[in-house]
C-alpha cells in the first residue's frame, strides 16, 4: 500500500517526455538559427500521464556557431526553478545559482551544470531529444 508521501515522489518524478522518444522535436532550418547569440526557443509535445494525453511546453536555450551547437535546459539542476539568462550567463532566481554563458555553475547551489540535450541535424533541419533530469544530484540521471 503506498502512502501519501511516497505517492507525491512517485507521482513528481514522472517525466515530461514526448510520447513517441524515436521522434525527435524539429526545431527548425539549422541555418535559421541566429549565431552566436542565446536563442530562448519554446518547444511544445504530448505526453501520456498514466491515464490521458496531454500537451506540454517547454523552454530551451540554443546556441549555434558555424556548425556546433549546443542546446541547454531552462530548468535548474538544483531544485527545478526555470532559469533566464543574465550578467552574461544565466541565473536561477530561485537559489541565485549563477552559470556562465557554456552552462557552467560559477556560484550557487547547483550540484551540477546546466544540463544540455542531444540534438542532430537531418536535411539541414535541427532536432533535439528532449529529456528531463533528475534535480538536486551531481550526476545528469534521465528521469523515467
Request: hydrophobic share 30%.
Amino acid at each position: 500500500m503506498m502512502t501519501a508521501p511516497t505517492i507525491f515522489y512517485w507521482w513528481r518524478d514522472q517525466p515530461n517526455r514526448p510520447k513517441d522518444i524515436e521522434n525527435w522535436i524539429d526545431l527548425g532550418k539549422a541555418k535559421k538559427i541566429t549565431e552566436n547569440e542565446w536563442l530562448k526557443r519554446p518547444i511544445s509535445f504530448e505526453i501520456e500521464d498514466r491515464w490521458k494525453t496531454k500537451a506540454v511546453q517547454e523552454m530551451l536555450y540554443i546556441y549555434r556557431e558555424g556548425r556546433n551547437v549546443t542546446i541547454l535546459s531552462s530548468i535548474c539542476p538544483h531544485a527545478g526553478c526555470l532559469i533566464k539568462t543574465g550578467n552574461g550567463g544565466f541565473i536561477c532566481p530561485c537559489h541565485k545559482s549563477f552559470f556562465d554563458d557554456k552552462g557552467t555553475v560559477i556560484e550557487g547551489p547547483s550540484p551540477r551544470p546546466l544540463d544540455s540535450m542531444e540534438w542532430t541535424v537531418k536535411k539541414g533541419r535541427l532536432y533535439v531529444k528532449y529529456e528531463q533530469y533528475r534535480s538536486g544530484i551531481k550526476s545528469k540521471e534521465v528521469i523515467g
